[in-house]
């Protein structure tokens, strides 16, 4: 029964991956979120011109800027699904989507900051705002430096000891947790939103939902002891588990010390690469057999 439930989680993830990262579901992603934003656009505008029911003005705001601050929103929320997706593929690829949403999260902060201004824009109104701003457009900067060097990296990854002894298995485990932590994803969805139409509340989807993937990804940490061995294997992966405990706090935190920690964690996810490659490397020499000469 136990071994039924599993497989048929693993045919439902694979629907859902066929379907969303497909060319053909990219390209509905991308209708949809220009769609998304010239309605936020006109949604706004037609409250500015006091045509919306009063229950629901006071829910849309007045600036156009923060029409950007949502549709960013919006694209956060579908690379949260494609990184529940990635669980699948590779622990390092699934640590390199959650710094790539990390780098998006501090550039919507930056619209974030804007729309928080009156129209038009007044200097005397920015500068207050420019330091968090600015720090948060370099974090995101120094993320995506960090990323390019982590992916060419990661493509020269040597098969060396410690890799997954039963591979298919290993696999199933992790897209049966991937289908629960995109359901509980949705929960936390459904609950924002519930949330912010009756008390107004600020938003706290990726917060939240960073804090569900700190368990997911320690429990694949744990379950990877059973299908996989040798320490290298186990360093990396629990290193990538704390780079999602620092995203976490990253966050959380003010908007310089954000910036700061978003990408200092990045290098720290880029060092453990390094390492693990570089030794990965010298273990596959060590393996290999010696030819000898008479």
Do not use: C
Not at 36 to 41: R, S
Not at 172 to 192: C, D, P
């Amino acid at each position: 029964m136990k071994h039924g439930l599993s497989s048929y989680g693993g045919r439902l993830f694979d629907r859902l991956e066929q379907g969303w990262e497909g060319s053909a579901g990219r390209r509905r992603s991308a209708f949809f979120l220009v769609i998304f934003f010239l309605g936020a656009v006109l949604l706004i505008e037609v409250n500015r011109q006091g045509w919306l029911p009063p229950f629901l003005s006071g829910l849309i705001p007045l600036n156009h800027l923060v029409a950007i601050e949502w549709a960013f929103t919006m694209l956060l929320i579908l690379e949260v699904v494609g990184l529940t997706l990635a669980l699948s593929k590779s622990v390092s690829i699934s640590v390199g989507k959650q710094l790539e949403i990390l780098s998006l999260i501090l550039l919507r902060n930056t619209f974030k900051e804007i729309s928080h201004l009156d129209e038009p824009l007044v200097w005397a109104q920015v500068e207050p705002a420019l330091i968090p701003i600015v720090s948060s457009a370099l974090g995101a900067l120094t993320i995506f430096v960090a990323l390019g060097f982590f992916y060419r990296i990661r493509k020269n990854y040597p098969l060396g000891s410690g890799q997954v002894v039963d591979k298919s298995r290993f696999i199933l485990a992790k897209k049966n947790i991937a289908i629960l932590l995109l359901g509980g994803f949705v929960a936390i969805l459904f609950h924002e939103v519930w949330t912010y139409l009756h008390f107004g509340s600020p938003e706290s989807v990726f917060e939240k939902f960073y804090t569900l993937l700190v368990f997911s990804d320690v429990l694949l940490v744990l379950i990877s002891l059973r299908y996989s061995s040798g320490y290298l294997v186990a360093f990396r992966n629990s290193g990538f588990a704390v780079v999602t405990v620092l995203i976490r706090l990253a966050l959380i935190a003010p908007p310089v010390t954000g910036a700061l920690l978003g990408g200092g964690t990045a290098f720290f996810a880029l060092g453990i690469i390094y390492a693990y490659g570089f030794f990965s490397a010298q273990v596959v020499t060590e393996q290999q057999p010696r030819i000898t000469t008479p």
